[in-house]
């Protein structure tokens, strides 16, 4: 059931997940379509995620945004733009932002995309910034492009990081961050749930399945916001393939952390319920240093909540489809 929807404000929204925005030329969504998209969030139940560009908004677009609880997305850039409450904001930055910008943060969530070239050769400064908010997500861009080299890179990585993780919860702090913190507090999966859990009104009035299948094709549209006012229906092709009961290795997987990315699976495999090797083999090597650090974590201090992560003999699902 749809929980969330997400509202571009602009063609020039800031991407947050692993598709990057090819647009550059702006168009704000009108007045006429964000109060549209509001009332039937309000109608539906729905909390509202709105995604903001780098320039300030028109006050009345302003003044119609405070009319609703909601979360703010918004580039690291928009220094100007005043959140209410940084607790319901997120902040999102490209690394290339990271390595030039003499950036101040205290607290909140950030969102850091980068290649995985970036990763390896600068998980120094990515470690660097566990102390300084209250959860950094890593959003790798190319992660389709994961070798099995890189892979070996990768758990390197993972564990030199984990380090600092440690030595953060052993001083008393506890640090939130998405690749080896996420798997330690969860029993059951916490995935994107694109589709099923929350959908994506954009500038032009329609809904998407999720951002990135708006920047990547306009035409991939599953309603629009006059027809849904009326009917309260959207048109999604074989709707229950994004349904976690219909995705025949990931219902059976425990990476739970893993964000089952429906865009990425259809970029790679062509199957919005079937991940790519990559995506497979990269949450468990996530999985993997999970346990580790919490191993090593419990061996030196009392650590809740009670999870269990299982050590296991695979990296990729496929290889025990057949016992699944």
């Known amino acids: 059931m749809v929980q969330y929807l997400v509202i571009l404000l602009d063609d020039t929204s800031v991407s947050y997940c692993h598709a990057d925005n090819p647009n550059a030329e702006r168009k704000l969504i009108s007045i006429e379509h964000l109060k549209a998209g509001i009332h039937e969030a309000m109608r539906q ?17 302003l003044d119609v945004i405070d009319t609703i609880d909601h979360h703010d997305i918004f580039g690291i ?104 913190t996420d798997r330690i507090m969860l029993s059951k999966p916490n995935h994107c749930n694109a589709g099923v859990e ?39 092709p074989n709707q229950q393939l994004f349904r976690l009961d219909y995705a025949p290795l990931c219902r059976h997987c425990d990476a739970y952390h893993c964000r089952r990315c429906v865009w990425l699976n259809r970029k790679t495999t062509l199957e919005v319920n079937t991940p790519s090797r990559e995506q497979c083999v990269v949450a468990h090597t996530e999985r993997e240093a999970s346990r580790l650090l919490l191993a090593e974590i419990r061996e030196k201090a009392t650590f809740m909540p009670e999870t269990e992560i299982k050590e296991i ?9 057949k016992e699944w």
């Not at 997500?137 to 984990?162: G, H, M, Q, W």
């Not at 916001?225 to 999604?236: D, G, R």
Request: charged share 25%.
């Open 77 to 180: 850039e928009k220094s100007n733009f005043e959140v209410e409450n940084e607790n319901d904001s997120v902040r999102v930055m490209d690394y290339s932002q990271l390595a030039t910008a003499n950036i101040q943060f205290s607290g909140g969530i950030l969102v850091l995309r980068l290649a995985k070239k970036d990763l390896f050769e600068g998980d120094d400064k990515i470690a660097a910034l566990l102390p300084k908010v209250e959860r950094l997500n890593i959003v790798i861009t190319d992660l389709d492009t994961f070798t099995d080299s890189d892979i070996e890179r990768y758990r390197t990585i993972l564990a030199k990081i984990s380090e600092k993780v440690k030595a953060l919860y052993l001083g008393g702090a506890t640090p939130q961050f998405n690749l080896l």
């Open 45 to 61: 139940n729905w909390m509202i995620q709105f995604v903001y560009p780098d320039y300030e908004l028109p006050q009345e677009y």
């Open 313 to 321: 003999n695979y990296n990729d699902p496929f290889e025990v489809r």
């Open 198 to 236: 929350n959908l994506t009104l954009a500038p032009n009035g329609k809904f998407y399945i999720c951002p990135a299948f708006y920047y990547s094709n306009p035409d991939n549209s599953i309603g629009d916001i006059k027809s849904f006012h009326e009917t309260s229906e959207l048109q999604i």
